[in-house]
């Protein structure tokens, strides 16, 4: 499990100490749960063998599997979520990423079995079994010791004390701390963290005046927040559709003479539509369900555990829940390509404000189990009516979502040698994509709804570079578009911007001002300073946790 997200390039970076780190917190685990199962087994050393392997080799298991769709270890928080599983894409991408490392889960329950039946059955005294945990506790100790070396040995640490006992309570205990996820359960292992999971999940975040009164007074400062423009009477619709994966690059790029986009830049040269390809995704593990909770309430998601699970039954002030209540809206539906329960969908929606839910369940298409972008944008088109105005509606894609061994649509890439195939293979599936969107453009222009419609075009996330052998060789960068925002593309911001600025964007757009307009900054003015600082997450995640918006009125 370690040696692979090591391998796989998924930790954030590594020091010095790291991995004698890792192969301490290996002999903790194992001899932690050793000592652990001799006691519940009446200290019988068979079982006791059997169990501690058996629940290794499973966890080891659905962390490797689970990181081929993620690129994280598994949270405690997703295992909720383990009924999106049956999704045909996540199954897809799971076992498409099968490599010769994933024999060890073949051969070791050969080896195991084959030193077990030499193992004699006997039943330990008492004082051999807590004498066992001299190994773990050792570990640890090697751990500290093995870092304090590293820090006091380098002069720039040396006497930065504050530090030193930052990570010495992220390797004891709080291994959540350093902003690290991953690195951090390569260093402390796994009976740690999910120790320290749970005792987080079964804690409750009973907000108090002082946190409420600092999270107002940085929400409530508009300065950077709003241009203070009137409503537009004419955009009576929104429509926000959310690509999978989808990246900067493709748009406006030619290989060989062949625009892979198409009609996407053809919307970059319309005067009606504002484009920025700069924009950083801010998603946690929680990936898509992450983007799609950003856009929605212009808040960061939780770093360590799977949002959705969090806010499911939250109050929150999300944007279809806000333009039904400041424009009218009175249908408010949403297009998934997965089933309703992948990733509590159906009951974030609820959190959401959204009304209607259209899901794998209620959307035609050759396979039922795998839906496919013609698939969903077709069913949207057909969705569209002027019996439902005014109305917002979200739409999200699927094609662009890994394994890229295999495109979508026509191979317009044909012949070309000089990119990677997987690459190829995406570059294939978005000009599929693009293709599907315009289509949807069709459909609204024919049912004369184009112009009375503010259309947003963002990616819930990047796509991962390394599965595009394209690592270093273009930018992680994804799109944004706003079409009908009556936007002064000469004086909105161009440069880099985030994910969690949309909300707030999008809310200026339509002159809607709020106490809350989320904590982003609106790309509309001609200067822009990063939203996502270190104090933007402590304010989500007091947020999150604490459910503040179930009190504010």
Known sequence: MHYYMYRAGYLEWTFMYSIPANICSVFFDVFFLLVIFLLLSKRRLKPAL?????LTLVWAFVNVFYARFFYIYLPLSAIGQAGGLQDGTVMGTIFAGLEWCDLFFLLSPILFVALYRRTKKVQLPLRPVLNLLVVPILSLLVTLLIYSVYHFAQSRYRNNWELFSFRMQ???????????PQLSRFQAGSVRVVAFE???MLSVLVLSPEQRHEIKTYYIDHSERTTLRDQQEHV????????????????????????????LNS??????????GKMKAN??????GDGQFIYMNGILPLRYKMTVGVVKDHTLPALPRVISHEMGVRHTEIIVPTRPNMWQQADVNVAYGIGTMYSQDDIPGKDSSS???EDIFSFAAKTLSASKKPFFELILSISTHSPYDEHMGPDVLAGCTSLPVEYRNYLNTCHYTDQQLRIYFDALKEKNLYDSTLIVIAADHHAHLERLNMGGRISTHIPLFIVHGNIDKDSAWQGEFNQLDVYTTILDVLGINNDWLGLGHTILLPYYHSSVTDRTYHISEMIVEGNYFADVQ
């Open 50 to 54: 059997a169990f501690t392997y058996g």
């Open 170 to 180: 992220e390797l004891i205990f709080d291994v959540n701390k350093g902003g690290t």
């Open 198 to 200: 749970v005792y987080d």
């Open 236 to 263: 009576r619709n929104v429509v926000f559709i959310l690509l999978e994966s989808f990246l900067s690059a493709p748009i406006g790029l030619e290989v060989d003479g062949k625009e892979i986009t198409p009609f």
């Open 267 to 276: 919307l970059v040269q319309d005067s009606s539509v504002f484009y920025n």
């Open 283 to 288: 998603i946690a593990c929680g990936e898509s």
């Open 371 to 373: 839906l496919t972008d």
